[in-house]
């Protein structure tokens, strides 16, 4: 059956109805949909109803039905949250009619919302996918502007942000943070479909955004070789034909300042627009550190410009130039054991990190750049044929500096620079006739050249004390411990420990992939459709290693096997493993419409996350390609009359080679390493609904649940090390629930209030689910915990002016946001605090 379809993918079987322009009596009907402001509404359903044909709005509102007998005809125009429009129509044989037809926003209604994410512009509760999408009102409502931010409002997607450097992507328990420029992530992040997933280079500010989609599941067809559970779609405001500007200003406490707007204007009449957007915050560290400044701040500075280029009716041409800078106060890894003077060692009281006067350094520190150039070409070859091209080059450089013990004593201080070069292009080309076939194919090559080089620096003669533990770390005052020599082992004779010592080990990783697919849904009846797809790559891989060592030989090498350096094993050299893989994913989804307002679906697919070739000083290992066979099914629906909506999703994983990057001492070597730790599952289920309660107040909410595990054996039958382990940063049960209310109270005037509360249960911060007996709070882990935020404001002439103020985490929670991180592979783990109470106002004007 599966081939049979596939073949039926590559040659669609024409209609019975005649489609050539060439025969008697039939016409074209071109035209756009918009709304009664001009804005156009993508997705919109268009059908003459007598003749039982039909088509949808494009990205650009516009769409078209071909071979239409001449005559008059009633053209029915639906979209979700607007009245239905019955419109006359004449077709004259052998020519084309133009028309444009007007939608009005019910009173009370929830807007339809058109995502992209098949790669064609279907609204959102028509997809047969798992798929939370949020358009840009949303985000700026609720004042989102970071992902971490818009993860608590999407059922099975957490994003932990240490820093714009250090961000972990989460996915229905499966996590995707790892630096190193060698491995791959598991979850793709896109931004205007160029691939932006690695780690170091995958923040960027969400401002003047046209939309979020978040797809769950394998989306391998849709989205490359990386997405092997998921994957986050970042879709910008491109340029209009149109004058606006818009700006907003604001501060809070801490020091906040933010500023953020767009200013749009059409360059040449219908041909060429142009757009530019910016945005600016900066808020002072909300952790007090006693030894320099304030920890866990953030400051960045985001510009993007756009020009949309119409040089043909057919063709649409997007550039996009974005650029970003972050330079925030270091991250607070705060020690879990040991706390300075009249503090403790929780997460939120006061620390002492950072800067040693011995070892010269600086205070702690992040400087990341993120520039990329996207070109975007949209080319319809006519009749039933579209050409898609995108093509992406992007470029980061990152530089953070971090205490990794989170103590006063100079023994673990790191920096890691992270950098890369990427360029990627894609051909796609589609076809949608009108009929019962719609489907793409194509091909893309991605080019890829990291590196991440981590210097370490101590000063042995405290360092000893942490890898002895006969020797305490701090005095009876509280000071740092000082061992000016320790014996030989052999002889007897006093080794003097070195003040500062300094040595460095970095990756590089370069790949180029190669990829074709094609995917495509065939609509056997009304009712039933199937959808398959194919995607298959080739890459060649090339992954090394080299330490640096230190200037002078360390003096405690012999203790944890590095000599002559003191953590790191010398290479002499850098060490290279090159090699080929070839891959196959692809998904198989039935889907069947209940009634007009109600779909089911279910699905098989396959993910995978590419091999790792990982070399270091004992020589090169190449990891098998994690892969994962994901089962699921879901419901999607509207009801009374579009007021409300709601999906719900089941799901089973069954995942192969499951790799984990671990940081050790290990027999008394110091170990970073990629692991493939064998077998595991996950079941879970996800829930949203959504609903206007009338023309001021409307709702929403989700729930996601999720065990996911390692399983008791791998797939050998041996027992696993890891063995009914709960997989990192993944909450058992989360939710979230809001409203908004809007009450007007006078002519072009309304005040607004945004209440919203989010939830998740207690979850661990490592994948060993590791317990430290003299630890404060034994588990690496984080109890269960819910954040209340609230905006509210008031709106002035339809909301071109506006003034609201905001509480982030308004009851003031403590929490963590991180735990365990390097300083666990010594003894001592350390914890990330998660922002406190935050409180501003934001004043607006748009024209």
Known sequence: MIAIFLATLLCPVPQTQAQGTGQQGTGQIEGTVTTTEGEPLPGSTVQIMELERGTSANTNGRFDLRSVPAGDHVLTVRFIGYQSVEQDVTVRADETTTVTVELSSREVALEGLTVTSQKRAERVQEVPVAITA??????????ITQADELSSYVPGLEVQLQSPNNPGFVVRGITSDNGDSRVEPRVSV????????KSRGSVVELYDMERVEVLKGPQGTLFGRGAQIGAVHLIQNKARNETSTRLELGSGNYGERYATG????PLVEDKLFGRVAGFYKKRDGYLENRTGDGLNGKETFALRGLARWLPTPTTVVDAIVNYQRDTPPGVSFKSAIFGPENSTPDATDPAAIGPDPVLEDDELFIDRTVWSATLLVDQSLGRAWALNSITGFRQFDSLERFDADGTPAPVLQFDEDAQGDQFSQELRLSYDNDGAFTGFGGASLFWEDGSQRVPFRTDERSFIALLNPDIPLFGPGGEPTVVPAIPNPETGEPIPLKQSHEEAFENFGTTTALEAFVDGTYRFTDRLSLTAGLRFTYEDVTGEYE?????????LGFLLGASPNDLFAPTNGRLSESDQFTSAVGRFVAEYALSDETNVFASISRGRRPNVIDVDASGSNVLDAETVWSYETGIKGRAFNERFEYEANGYYYDYSNFQTSVTELQDGEFVTETRDSGAATAIG???AVRGALSSSVSVFGNYSYIDATFDEKDEDGSPQELANNRFRLTPEHTFAVG???SVPIREQASVFVRPSYTYKSQFFFDEENTEFANSPNPPISQDAYGLLNIRAGVRFLDGQFSIEGFAKNLLDEEYVIDAGNTGKGFGV???????PRLLGVRLSAQL
Do not use: C, M, Q, W
Not at 134 to 143: I, M
């Open 134 to 143: 949020y358009n840009g009102d949303f985000l700026e409502e609720l004042g």
């Open 190 to 197: 896109f931004k205007d479909g160029v691939s932006i997933s």
């Open 262 to 265: 767009h200013a749009n204007v």
């Open 547 to 555: 330490v640096t060592n230190s200037e002078t030989p360390g003096r």
């Open 685 to 687: 289920f996800e829930t």
């Open 739 to 741: 409203t908004d209310i």
């Open 829 to 835: 783990p350390t914890y990330i605090a998660g922002p």
